[in-house]
């Protein structure tokens, strides 16, 4: 595992960065645990994007931008927790605040377009336009950092709900009225996985296989380093055979159809680790150890990768909790064999 998974889970920032508990003291006195974001609070949002840049090794500069990316408030949302930038520069840092500040200040939708348009890295950077105001020049250092950014911030609150309120995103939309669309409006929704977003950030991610190692930016792990990119209907594929599985909308006589949905699942979509988990936990129960470690292993692996859930109807940390059990009862050889066995399940032994 990594060795910042322990903890994560753990809360232990100290041990992480012995500067972030003071930060966290600093961020949290705003009042972010007590404002709403898509699949929580704001300072769930907040903790979850450190948490995936801190898996993905970024330098600290880039860790604090997503732990402070929307605290003066930005195109998305009206979160603005700091009027004054003196206070966030003293305890970031220059470069720190510099890219919170223009994190909140650009065009973000403009930026995610125009960068999945071009394909690569621009070499003389880019300039954002912005209405009533001055344009915004990118270096192209900058490009990358906001590019892994963005990433991370979708890949952390986006479900379902997201998917009918931004049809097409990044593209340009017509927003619809609410009272014409009132189910759409109704949050959270079916908390169902995303079926749209996850394609459009492996266009996002491919650019940043060409970054060079002088900046010392590791590249993201998600979509294979980010050579791969997930195609919409293999996306839209996988989060509705899965959500059939997990919904009991396929025959139940036998566990087969879920099987062979859970694998079409994973194969129209590797990148994801819950239909590997649900398929380990049917391995578990027809005895197949190996196969179920083999499962169980990889859905692992990608929780890690990614640092938040596809499946937003559980916490990252429960599913990370979920896929050890599954691993070392697969170890193990062992599973309950009766359904009230499933429910004493709880231990993590390594």
């Not at 060795?3 to 961020?27: R, S, Y």
């Not at 604090?64 to 929307?70: A, R, V």
């Not at 065009?107 to 960068?115: G, S, Y």
């Not at 990119?229 to 087969?256: C, F, G, K, M, N």
Request: charged letters at 20%.
């Amino acid at each position: 595992m990594h060795p910042l998974i322990k903890p994560l889970l753990a809360e232990d920032w100290a041990a992480i960065d012995p500067e972030l508990p003071h930060l966290l003291e600093l961020l949290f006195s705003r009042a972010a645990g007590e404002d709403w974001h898509k699949a929580g609070t704001f300072k769930d949002h907040l903790l979850g994007l450190y948490r995936t840049l801190a898996l993905w090794d970024m330098p600290r500069e880039i860790r604090l931008l997503g732990l402070f990316h929307s605290v003066y408030s930005n195109e998305y949302v009206d979160l603005k927790l700091f009027a004054d930038r003196a206070p966030l520069r003293q305890a970031l840092g220059e470069e720190a605040e510099r890219l919170v500040h223009l994190f909140c200040t650009m065009p973000r939708t403009l930026f995610t377009r125009r960068l999945i348009e071009e394909g690569d890295l621009p070499e003389e950077g880019m300039v954002l336009e912005r209405e009533g105001a001055p344009a915004i020049l990118l270096s192209t250092k900058d490009v990358a950092v906001f590019a892994i950014a963005t990433i991370a911030d979708i890949a952390e609150q986006w479900h379902s709900w997201q998917d009918e309120l931004f049809p097409g995103f990044p593209g340009p939309s017509k927003p619809r009225r609410v009272q014409d669309h009132w189910a759409a409006a109704l949050w959270p929704g079916p908390l169902k996985p995303t079926s749209t977003a996850l394609s459009t950030l492996s266009r996002l991610a491919q650019p940043l296989s060409e970054m060079p190692p002088e900046w010392g930016i590791p590249t993201p792990p998600v979509f294979a380093r980010c050579t791969a990119r997930l195609d919409p209907a293999d996306e839209l594929a996988a989060a509705t055979l899965y959500w059939q599985a997990v919904t009991r909308a396929l025959p139940i006589a036998s566990p087969d159809p879920t099987r062979r949905a859970l694998e079409a699942a994973a194969a129209h979509n590797p990148h994801v680790a819950e239909p590997r988990l649900l398929l380990a936990q049917l391995a578990l129960a027809a005895a197949d150890w190996e196969g179920a470690a083999q499962h169980a292993t990889a859905g692992l692996a990608l929780l890690t990768d990614w640092g938040t859930a596809w499946d937003k109807r559980i916490a990252w940390s429960g599913w990370v909790a979920w896929a050890r059990i599954l691993l070392q009862s697969a170890e193990a050889r062992r599973w309950p064999e009766m359904l009230p066995g499933l429910n004493g399940l709880g231990l993590v032994e390594a």
